[in-house]
């Protein structure tokens, strides 16, 4: 079993710029994709970013070049910096990790183990 905490959601003005972080509990995190999905009032889950466990990074179109996805495997810890704020990403934002050596994917259905999400709020 792995356990996802996310943490640094909240409320900022378009614009702006937010880093969310999301440690685990697994002594396999740096063989474990890992991604970031968003889900809004509504709306189904959604992609956001991903990165492999050797740091290949992957993002949706609506992020690319604003939001940075990152991971430190000494700290178990993947980071998602959100620049350039829109309130169109206003949503819960969800820290995900897929089973050891398996690859990245955009599907969320793919993930093995999912965060408690952190919301995320931009005003205009």
């Known amino acids: 079993q792995v356990n996802l905490v996310e943490s640094g959601g909240g409320l900022v003005q378009a614009g702006g710029s937010l880093r969310l972080s999301c440690a685990a509990s697994?002594?396999?995190?740096?063989?474990?994709?890992m991604g970031w999905f968003r889900q809004a009032p509504g709306k189904e889950r959604e992609f956001v970013a991903a990165?492999?466990?050797?740091?290949?990074?992957y993002y949706a179109d609506s992020v690319k070049g604003r939001f940075t996805i990152s991971r430190d495997n000494a700290k178990n810890t993947v980071y998602l910096l959100m620049n350039s704020l829109k309130p169109e990403d206003t949503a819960v934002y969800y820290c995900?990790?897929?089973?050891?050596?398996?690859?990245?994917?955009?599907?969320?259905?793919?993930?093995?183990?999912w965060g408690q999400g952190t919301q995320v709020t931009v005003s205009s």
């Open positions: 995900a990790a897929r089973s050891v050596y398996s690859s990245v994917s955009y599907d969320p259905g793919r993930y093995d183990y």
């Open positions: 697994t002594r396999t995190f740096s063989i474990s994709a």
């Open positions: 990165i492999s466990g050797g740091g290949v990074t």
